[in-house]
C-alpha cells in the first residue's frame, strides 16, 4: 500500500529547523562571498554542534559532502532575480539566489579534513556564522546524471 500525504495550502504553518552548528568563514559581508563556492579554493570549517557529534561517524570516508545552510541574511520577500550571467528576469525558482522565500543553500564542498567537530572544507560560499541545517554524502554513483 502506497501512502501519499498532500500539501494544501494552509494546513502546514510551521516547520521547525535545528542548526547541527555553523560555518566559520573568512567571508564576513554578502559582498566578501563568491556567488558559487565552487569558483573559489577559499577554505571554510563547518563547526559541527557536541549533541551531533555521533553523525560523524565515518564521514572521514567521504571526499565530498553536501552542505546545506540557512542563509539567514537574505532577502526572504524576493521572488524573481535577475542572474549576473543572464540579463534576463528570472523567478528563484529558476535559479541559485540566495534571496528567496526559504533561503537554503546546497553546496558541493571537497572535505580537506576532519578534526574532532569541525570539517575544513574548500568551495563553500556561506558567511561566517551561517547557520548548517545539514551535511549529506556526495556519491557519483547517485549524484551523477546520466
Same mark, same amino acid.
Request: aromatic share 6%.
Given at each position: 500500500?502506497?501512502?501519499?500525504?498532500?500539501?494544501?495550502? #494552509?494546513s502546514i504553518t510551521n516547520?521547525?529547523?535545528?542548526?547541527? =552548528?555553523?560555518?566559520?568563514?573568512?567571508?564576513?559581508? @554578502?559582498?566578501?562571498?563568491?556567488?558559487?563556492?565552487? $569558483?573559489?579554493?577559499?577554505?571554510?570549517? /563547518?563547526? /559541527?554542534?557536541?549533541?551531533? $557529534? +555521533? #553523525?560523524?561517524?565515518?564521514?572521514?570516508?567521504?571526499?565530498?559532502?553536501?552542505?546545506?545552510?540557512?542563509?539567514?541574511?537574505?532577502?526572504?520577500?524576493?521572488?524573481?532575480?535577475t542572474p549576473p550571467h @543572464? +540579463?534576463?528576469?528570472?523567478?528563484?525558482f529558476a535559479t541559485r539566489?540566495?534571496?528567496?522565500?526559504?533561503?537554503?543553500?546546497?553546496?558541493?564542498?571537497?572535505?580537506?579534513? /576532519?578534526? =574532532? #567537530?569541525?570539517?575544513?572544507?574548500? #568551495?563553500?560560499?556561506?558567511?561566517? =556564522?551561517?547557520?548548517?541545517?545539514?551535511?549529506? +554524502?556526495?556519491?557519483?554513483?547517485?549524484?551523477?546524471? @546520466?
Amino acid at each position: 500500500m502506497q501512502c501519499r500525504r498532500h500539501y494544501r495550502e #494552509g494546513s502546514i504553518t510551521n516547520v521547525d529547523l535545528n542548526p547541527i =552548528g555553523y560555518v566559520s568563514s573568512p567571508y564576513k559581508k @554578502k559582498e566578501d562571498a563568491p556567488r558559487q563556492g565552487r $569558483l573559489t579554493d577559499t577554505e571554510a570549517e /563547518i563547526v /559541527i554542534d557536541e549533541r551531533y $557529534l +555521533p #553523525g560523524l561517524f565515518r564521514v572521514e570516508e567521504k571526499k565530498h559532502l553536501f552542505v546545506l545552510c540557512w542563509f539567514d541574511r537574505s532577502d526572504r520577500t524576493v521572488l524573481r532575480v535577475t542572474p549576473p550571467h @543572464k +540579463p534576463v528576469e528570472h523567478g528563484v525558482f529558476a535559479t541559485r539566489s540566495p534571496n528567496r522565500p526559504n533561503p537554503i543553500s546546497l553546496s558541493l564542498v571537497d572535505v580537506i579534513n /576532519i578534526t =574532532g #567537530g569541525t570539517i575544513r572544507v574548500r #568551495g563553500l560560499e556561506a558567511l561566517d =556564522g551561517t547557520p548548517v541545517l545539514d551535511i549529506k +554524502p556526495y556519491s557519483e554513483e547517485i549524484d551523477c546524471p @546520466k
